[in-house]
C-alpha cells in the first residue's frame, strides 16, 4: 500500500504512515482503550472498521518509547499466536475430511 509495514510470520502488526509522524499498531480493541485511556495524546483509534477492531494510530513524536514499545510487543504476540491458531484450524480442517 505505499508505505512501509512490520511483519511477523506473514502478518501485519505495525505500519508507518504516509507522512511518518504516525504509525499504526493492531492491538485488540480492550488493548487499545488502555492505551488510550493512559496516553490519549499519542494513542487513538484508526478510523472506521480498522479502529473498531483494535488498530490505533501512534502520534510517533509524542509517545513515551517504552510506550510504544510494549504496544508493539503485544502487536507481536497476537500475530504469532494468531499464526498458531491458523495453524492448529489448517490442521482440523484436513483431518475432518
Known amino acids: 500500500m505505499g508505505h512501509p509495514d512490520f511483519r511477523a510470520h506473514g502478518r501485519i502488526f505495525a505500519t508507518l504512515h504516509h507522512d511518518r509522524l504516525w504509525g499504526m499498531v ?9 492505551f ?28 513515551d518509547g517504552n510506550l510504544l514499545g510494549e504496544a508493539l510487543t ?3 504476540q497476537a500475530t504469532k499466536n494468531a499464526r498458531a491458531t491458523t495453524k492448529t484450524t489448517k490442521k482440523t480442517k484436513k483431518g475432518a475430511r
Do not use: H
Open 74 to 76: 503485544l502487536a507481536w
Open 26 to 34: 493492531k492491538l485488540t480493541p480492550e488493548q487499545q482503550q488502555t
Open 36 to 63: 488510550i485511556r493512559d496516553d490519549r495524546d499519542s494513542f487513538k483509534p484508526e478510523p472506521g472498521a480498522w479502529g473498531a477492531s483494535g488498530c490505533t494510530a501512534v502520534q510517533l513524536a509524542r509517545v
